[in-house]
């Protein structure tokens, strides 16, 4: 299926339902969160000519960064949430809000003259820090991580950890080695699956250096006896996905809630939107409609992925 590149206008109308998700009307006017509220924004990959949900243009991200910041939220990573430490890192008179990254593709680290599948001049981790920087924020974000080669390059996964450990703030988490979709999926199923990924942080000599948090494959979860495989093997947490704005029925975007004691949602089934809502418009306010465009389904019908 091909999906058409995101024009000004759609670009506009994803800032609105951008904003809807971080707790704002779309009108950019700041609304009054309720207590408690953590917003978490999903981001996958940067390019220069968007074409999928999953996908942003450098300057599209950066003026959604900049927006963010100008309404009075900063950003917090899932060991902030999971840790109880939100309070502790957030700023005086500031909002929590999570950013987190999904599958590890190359853009989210590399400029195209570093890695060639990175296809922009500038990366996820430079536009993000750069913004953060120019508002007087800490860049605090999670990279969850698919795939034997994250990121991709020469220098591997430990020297872009090497490379992170500029920025404190950022910090990478596990997606499984391979994507499936773990619906329905039993304990011995889903343990395989998350060893399988431990295994290969082991071989690389990076596990101790990765948290035991996890992003869903699609945002879905296995069973229940599934999620108590990560319980066994001492997870901290994992993340949902909401896949983007789309049906009339929902007239608001799910959120965590937390509390200074620490993440009050359950801790295995953290809700986050993707922020391949730019694609829709939306509709009295914070419930947006679907785009006229084919390319108007979840990321995963439009071949995307959580």
Same mark, same amino acid.
């Given at each position: 299926?091909?999906?058409? *590149? #995101?024009?000004?206008? *759609?670009?506009?109308?994803?800032?609105?339902?951008?904003?809807?998700?971080?707790?704002?009307?779309?009108?950019?006017? &700041?609304?009054?969160?309720?207590?408690?509220?953590?917003?978490?924004?999903?981001?996958?990959?940067? &390019?220069?000519?968007?074409?999928? /949900?999953?996908?942003?243009?450098?300057?599209?991200?950066?003026?959604?960064?900049?927006?963010?910041?100008?309404?009075?939220?900063?950003? &917090?990573?899932?060991?902030?949430?999971?840790?109880?430490? #939100?309070?502790?890192?957030?700023?005086?008179?500031?909002?929590?809000?999570?950013?987190?990254?999904?599958?590890?593709?190359?853009?989210?680290?590399?400029?195209?003259?570093?890695?060639?599948?990175?296809?922009?001049?500038?990366?996820?981790?430079?536009?993000? @820090?750069?913004?953060?920087?120019?508002?007087?924020?800490?860049?605090? @974000?999670?990279?969850?991580?698919?795939?034997?080669?994250?990121?991709?390059?020469?220098?591997?996964?430990?020297?872009?950890?090497?490379?992170?450990?500029?920025?404190?703030?950022?910090?990478?988490?596990?997606?499984?080695?391979?994507?499936?979709?773990?619906?329905?999926?039993?304990?011995?199923?889903?343990?395989?699956?998350?060893?399988?990924?431990?295994?290969?942080?082991? @071989?690389?000599?990076?596990?101790?250096?990765?948290?035991?948090?996890?992003?869903?494959?699609?945002?879905?979860? /296995?069973?229940?006896?599934?999620?108590?495989?990560?319980?066994?093997?001492?997870?901290?947490?994992?993340?949902?996905?909401?896949?983007?704005?789309?049906?009339?029925?929902?007239?608001?975007?799910?959120?965590?809630?937390?509390?200074?004691?620490?993440?009050?949602?359950?801790?295995?089934? #953290? /809700?986050?939107?993707?922020?391949?809502?730019?694609?829709?418009?939306?509709?009295?306010?914070?419930?947006?409609?679907?785009?006229?465009? *084919? *390319?108007?389904?979840?990321?995963?019908?439009?071949?995307?992925?959580?």
């Amino acid at each position: 299926m091909k999906c058409r *590149s #995101i024009s000004r206008r *759609s670009f506009l109308a994803g800032l609105a339902a951008a904003c809807a998700a971080c707790g704002l009307h779309s009108s950019g006017v &700041c609304a009054a969160p309720r207590e408690g509220a953590l917003p978490i924004l999903m981001f996958h990959k940067v &390019c220069d000519h968007p074409r999928r /949900p999953e996908e942003i243009s450098p300057g599209q991200l950066a003026r959604l960064f900049d927006l963010i910041w100008q309404q009075g939220f900063a950003p &917090c990573n899932v060991r902030d949430m999971l840790l109880g430490r #939100i309070d502790a890192v957030l700023p005086k008179g500031r909002k929590a809000l999570g950013i987190t990254v999904d599958d590890a593709h190359p853009s989210v680290i590399h400029a195209s003259t570093e890695h060639q599948q990175a296809a922009t001049a500038r990366s996820f981790v430079d536009i993000f @820090a750069d913004s953060a920087k120019r508002a007087g924020l800490a860049p605090r @974000a999670t990279f969850f991580l698919s795939g034997q080669r994250s990121f991709g390059g020469k220098r591997g996964l430990a020297g872009v950890l090497d490379q992170l450990a500029s920025l404190p703030g950022l910090e990478c988490g596990y997606h499984t080695r391979n994507h499936p979709k773990m619906t329905g999926w039993g304990y011995q199923q889903t343990r395989r699956a998350l060893e399988e990924q431990m295994g290969d942080f082991k @071989a690389q000599n990076v596990f101790e250096r990765i948290p035991r948090i996890l992003a869903w494959p699609y945002g879905l979860p /296995p069973a229940d006896d599934g999620v108590r495989a990560l319980e066994d093997l001492d997870f901290l947490g994992a993340m949902l996905a909401f896949p983007g704005v789309r049906e009339a029925k929902y007239t608001s975007l799910p959120v965590a809630r937390y509390s200074p004691a620490g993440l009050l949602s359950p801790r295995f089934h #953290i /809700p986050r939107v993707n922020i391949g809502a730019y694609i829709y418009a939306p509709q009295g306010g914070i419930a947006p409609r679907k785009s006229r465009s *084919s *390319s108007a389904r979840t990321p995963s019908s439009a071949g995307g992925r959580p």
